[in-house]
């Protein structure tokens, strides 16, 4: 893929938000809709395509943690305000790649899927409880990459929280066929590109019956 | 290809000894009793050791030898291993410490030695460690203590790869001791400088008098190779893994990595490949017995429980859901069967207790109908049998159990439950006739569980 590709040549350790998303949603991960935009007349136009609310991030691939940063800002509900944050994320730093729009997804059952490199076991997919809770609770469990589907569907039914994946307080239970595809193809980009190290998206929001992907990062070697 | 290892002709022990506190004796003293091809016990300070010529060096054996046992100080190992290069030996099973584990010195030796070994086309095993033991062959290929083992000792289809050195021991006896389990190999690979519980645990799936693999592991060479070994059989392996408790993930940027530090990589890895994971030496070999018996379940369906207490059924219950088994749907049909040996004014429920009936027919009669009557229920895929011991119970009587056991193809596990001298002569007479039995209902429910994981991931054909 060429944005990794470019990624190692510059010998960067991170890849931005926005290219983070491209390689995901290539592996097969459902990715909330985004715009990356240069200019503040460029943000209202694509919030004002996608309808609000929206979310913004300041999209860096030297900044992997972008809350902690205070590079995010949810819930941005006009023009006006996607100005006015606009500018203020610009402020903040300096080599910014752009301002990503972000369609606010909407779904309280949030997860995380990631890939990490094994010192034992090379390149494994993880699964879990994602959020806020995420590393509190660590309800997460791993398998080795390449998974096939029934190592993916028995991640699915191996996690404590699985009754959130159900049919749960009136939302419809996931579709496991969309989750066990992103679960194989994050392994499968973990076994193609020797060159990632972690791949982390969280959270992962089931919107609808959906997964969706709403925040990932791709670190490099 | 460790076939210098387990199938040698002729064994050269350096470091024999005639000193019995020593271990140098205690290999000799084992490999007499038990293996039957030359051995040449080395050791310039003596001319003669139980009967056999002892040699000053390895240059002064006559004739060539295919396997050494090393137990003299580190330091002269990398030479040693050239000496049996010129007598065309092709492994050495090091039981000596000071090596890796030793600091700086140690591992300069280890690494010499593994060089001078590498260009020889020499096979190294430990260094320290406890070697092997062949159940079959009655090898003991180790410096245990010759008194420790020759009364219990019984072959058998149990592989065992330890990678602790003093618990290797302590494994064994506890294996055998506990009654009818045999062992094919129980081997201890120490640092395993070489040979590794990859190259064991290869051998051990395609070795025919091995049905059965338990592993104590510290630490994986290479976990890929151990899962992909481990996906491709459908011999059952049971890994009890000490460490648990986290490494890498240090450097982590990513909330996976820091996730991934606490062992539930490998454990999910395990179960990915089909392996059993266990947690504690008794689980390992509770649950490697079982296997030994080759039950088989056909997967997918409840199990029963009988018994003869109402509690004991209940806490069973209790477990299973704790362990994620489920208790058998039994059919109006099993029930009503079960039924005819109650009183009219009482019914069978599940679990059943069937003391009531116990009390008016006798427990042969009581727990041979209600057994056939739930062994032929579709819901059941395996069963729970509590027995409470008397001498009433006898020998047929748990053959015929173990007969309905193999025919219907649905494993029953047994829990003894009375007299100290009567559980335990009632757990042995089970055991031998070829079904499982434990003093403790949750080892009985841990086992099952083991059973139905093995045989849900690796179906029989």
Redesign the interface.
Same mark, same amino acid.
């Given at each position: 893929m060429d944005i990794i590709k470019k990624a190692v040549k510059e010998g960067r350790?991170?890849l931005s938000e926005y290219e983070s998303r491209q390689v995901i949603e290539s592996a097969g991960v459902f990715v909330v809709a985004a715009a990356l935009t240069k200019t503040k007349e460029e943000a209202i136009q694509e919030a004002e395509k996608m309808g609000y609310p929206v979310a913004l991030k300041g999209c860096s691939s030297e900044i992997?943690h972008k809350t902690e940063a205070g590079m995010v800002a949810l819930n941005i509900n006009n023009a006006q305000e996607v100005a006015q944050v606009f500018d203020e994320l610009s402020a903040k730093a300096k080599n910014l790649d752009g301002v990503l729009v972000e369609k606010m997804v909407r779904g309280a059952r949030e997860f995380?899927i #990631?890939?990490?490199r094994?010192? +034992?076991? #090379?390149p494994?997919v993880?699964f #879990?409880l994602g959020g806020i809770f /995420?590393?509190a609770l660590?309800d *997460? /469990?791993?398998? *080795?990459a390449p998974l096939t589907r029934e190592?993916a569907l028995?991640?699915i039914d191996?996690i404590k929280t699985k009754k959130l994946l159900g049919e749960f307080r009136g939302s419809p239970a996931v579709d496991r066929e969309s989750l066990t595809k992103a679960l194989v193809g994050i392994g499968d980009l973990g076994i193609k590109y020797d060159c990632i190290a972690?791949?982390?998206i +969280?959270p992962l929001i089931i919107c609808g019956d959906k997964p969706v992907a709403v925040d990932a990062?791709v670190?490099l070697k | 290809m460790l076939d210098c290892f387990f199938n040698p002709k002729s064994v050269a022990i350096i470091g024999a000894s005639s000193n019995q506190n020593k271990g140098g004796y205690h290999i000799l003293k084992n490999l007499l009793a038990g293996f039957h091809g030359q051995i040449y016990p080395v050791n310039k300070s003596y001319r003669e050791i139980l009967g056999l010529p002892c040699y000053p060096d390895i240059a002064s054996i006559p004739g060539n030898f295919d396997l050494a046992i090393y137990f003299i100080p580190s330091k002269e190992l990398p030479h040693t291993v050239n000496e049996c290069a010129k007598k065309g030996a092709k492994g050495i099973i090091i039981e000596s410490g000071g090596f890796d584990e030793a600091g700086e010195e140690g591992k300069r030796l280890q690494k010499r030695a593994l060089e001078n070994a590498a260009k020889a086309g020499i096979r190294l095993w430990g260094p320290n460690c406890m070697g092997y033991v062949d159940g079959n062959r009655t090898y003991v290929f180790s410096f245990i203590h010759s008194a420790v083992w020759p009364d219990i000792f019984r072959g058998g289809n149990v592989g065992l790869i330890v990678q602790s050195g003093m618990l290797s021991a302590g494994f064994l006896l506890h294996a055998l001791q506990e009654g009818v389990m045999g062992v094919s190999k129980a081997c201890s690979i120490g640092n395993k400088c070489d040979i590794d519980e990859n190259d064991i645990l290869e051998y051990m799936i395609n070795d025919s008098e091995t049905d059965v693999i338990g592993c104590y592991l510290e630490s994986?060479v290479?976990? %890929?190779k151990f899962?992909n070994l481990a996906k491709k059989t459908k011999k059952p392996i049971i890994v009890l893994m000490g460490g648990r408790s986290a490494?890498?993930?240090k450097a982590?940027? @990513?909330? &996976?990595? @820091?996730? @991934?530090g606490?062992y539930?990589? &490998? @454990?999910?890895?395990f %179960?990915?490949a089909g392996i059993i994971e266990v947690f504690d030496p008794a689980e390992l070999t509770d649950t490697a017995r079982a296997f030994s018996k080759k039950m088989i379940c056909h997967t997918g369906k409840g199990t029963a429980i009988l018994t003869f207490s109402g509690g004991a059924g209940t806490i069973t219950t209790d477990l299973m859901a704790d362990n994620g088994l489920e208790l058998a749907k039994l059919s109006d049909k099993t029930l009503d069967t079960i039924g005819e040996l109650f009183p009219p004014w009482n019914k069978p429920d599940h679990p059943l207790d069937l003391w009531i009936a116990i009390e008016r027919h006798g427990f042969e009669k009581v727990f041979r109908q209600s057994l056939n009557a739930v062994i032929k229920d579709p819901a059941v895929d395996s069963i729970i049998f509590h027995s409470y011991a008397t001498p009433l119970v006898g020998r047929e009587f748990a053959e015929e159990l173990a007969a309905l056991i193999k025919k219907y193809e649905k494993p029953a596990v047994l829990w003894v439950e009375g007299r100290k001298d009567f559980a335990e002569h009632l757990r042995s007479l089970v055991e031998n006739a070829g079904l499982p039995a434990y003093r403790e209902m949750n080892r009985c429910v841990t086992v099952l569980r083991g059973i139905k994981q093995h045989f849900t991931k690796k179906p029989i054909d």
């Amino acid at each position: 893929m060429d944005i990794i590709k470019k990624a190692v040549k510059e010998g960067r350790k991170t890849l931005s938000e926005y290219e983070s998303r491209q390689v995901i949603e290539s592996a097969g991960v459902f990715v909330v809709a985004a715009a990356l935009t240069k200019t503040k007349e460029e943000a209202i136009q694509e919030a004002e395509k996608m309808g609000y609310p929206v979310a913004l991030k300041g999209c860096s691939s030297e900044i992997s943690h972008k809350t902690e940063a205070g590079m995010v800002a949810l819930n941005i509900n006009n023009a006006q305000e996607v100005a006015q944050v606009f500018d203020e994320l610009s402020a903040k730093a300096k080599n910014l790649d752009g301002v990503l729009v972000e369609k606010m997804v909407r779904g309280a059952r949030e997860f995380v899927i #990631g890939l990490i490199r094994d010192p +034992n076991f #090379g390149p494994c997919v993880m699964f #879990g409880l994602g959020g806020i809770f /995420t590393e509190a609770l660590q309800d *997460v /469990t791993f398998r *080795v990459a390449p998974l096939t589907r029934e190592d993916a569907l028995e991640m699915i039914d191996e996690i404590k929280t699985k009754k959130l994946l159900g049919e749960f307080r009136g939302s419809p239970a996931v579709d496991r066929e969309s989750l066990t595809k992103a679960l194989v193809g994050i392994g499968d980009l973990g076994i193609k590109y020797d060159c990632i190290a972690e791949i982390d998206i +969280n959270p992962l929001i089931i919107c609808g019956d959906k997964p969706v992907a709403v925040d990932a990062l791709v670190v490099l070697k | 290809m460790l076939d210098c290892f387990f199938n040698p002709k002729s064994v050269a022990i350096i470091g024999a000894s005639s000193n019995q506190n020593k271990g140098g004796y205690h290999i000799l003293k084992n490999l007499l009793a038990g293996f039957h091809g030359q051995i040449y016990p080395v050791n310039k300070s003596y001319r003669e050791i139980l009967g056999l010529p002892c040699y000053p060096d390895i240059a002064s054996i006559p004739g060539n030898f295919d396997l050494a046992i090393y137990f003299i100080p580190s330091k002269e190992l990398p030479h040693t291993v050239n000496e049996c290069a010129k007598k065309g030996a092709k492994g050495i099973i090091i039981e000596s410490g000071g090596f890796d584990e030793a600091g700086e010195e140690g591992k300069r030796l280890q690494k010499r030695a593994l060089e001078n070994a590498a260009k020889a086309g020499i096979r190294l095993w430990g260094p320290n460690c406890m070697g092997y033991v062949d159940g079959n062959r009655t090898y003991v290929f180790s410096f245990i203590h010759s008194a420790v083992w020759p009364d219990i000792f019984r072959g058998g289809n149990v592989g065992l790869i330890v990678q602790s050195g003093m618990l290797s021991a302590g494994f064994l006896l506890h294996a055998l001791q506990e009654g009818v389990m045999g062992v094919s190999k129980a081997c201890s690979i120490g640092n395993k400088c070489d040979i590794d519980e990859n190259d064991i645990l290869e051998y051990m799936i395609n070795d025919s008098e091995t049905d059965v693999i338990g592993c104590y592991l510290e630490s994986l060479v290479d976990g %890929r190779k151990f899962i992909n070994l481990a996906k491709k059989t459908k011999k059952p392996i049971i890994v009890l893994m000490g460490g648990r408790s986290a490494e890498g993930a240090k450097a982590a940027q @990513s909330h &996976t990595a @820091s996730l @991934s530090g606490n062992y539930k990589v &490998t @454990s999910g890895a395990f %179960r990915q490949a089909g392996i059993i994971e266990v947690f504690d030496p008794a689980e390992l070999t509770d649950t490697a017995r079982a296997f030994s018996k080759k039950m088989i379940c056909h997967t997918g369906k409840g199990t029963a429980i009988l018994t003869f207490s109402g509690g004991a059924g209940t806490i069973t219950t209790d477990l299973m859901a704790d362990n994620g088994l489920e208790l058998a749907k039994l059919s109006d049909k099993t029930l009503d069967t079960i039924g005819e040996l109650f009183p009219p004014w009482n019914k069978p429920d599940h679990p059943l207790d069937l003391w009531i009936a116990i009390e008016r027919h006798g427990f042969e009669k009581v727990f041979r109908q209600s057994l056939n009557a739930v062994i032929k229920d579709p819901a059941v895929d395996s069963i729970i049998f509590h027995s409470y011991a008397t001498p009433l119970v006898g020998r047929e009587f748990a053959e015929e159990l173990a007969a309905l056991i193999k025919k219907y193809e649905k494993p029953a596990v047994l829990w003894v439950e009375g007299r100290k001298d009567f559980a335990e002569h009632l757990r042995s007479l089970v055991e031998n006739a070829g079904l499982p039995a434990y003093r403790e209902m949750n080892r009985c429910v841990t086992v099952l569980r083991g059973i139905k994981q093995h045989f849900t991931k690796k179906p029989i054909d």
